[in-house]
């Protein structure tokens, strides 16, 4: 090989050195962003369960008063 193609090959041999660290990094961020993502589906399923128990105890606390409202009413 001559001088010329040594460089070349080098040259080469860097830009796929670069290109592969890229890669790594974009399926980092990628492997990240998932991992984010599932996380804000489990917390979007917790949270409405959440709010479907306190919706639920707020309608039994509402009967509770209507009943205890009644009551006081029509003794």
Known sequence: MDGQ?????RKLKRELLKAEKQAVIAGLIAS???VGMLF???QNVTLKKQL???QSR????QMEL??????????
């Open 5 to 9: 193609s040594e460089d070349k090959d």
């Open 32 to 34: 990240s962003m998932f």
């Open 40 to 42: 804000a589906i489990v």
């Open 58 to 61: 707020m309608d039994s606390l």
């Open 66 to 75: 209507n009943k205890s409202n009644g009551s006081k009413l029509n003794p």
């Open 52 to 54: 479907s128990k306190t």
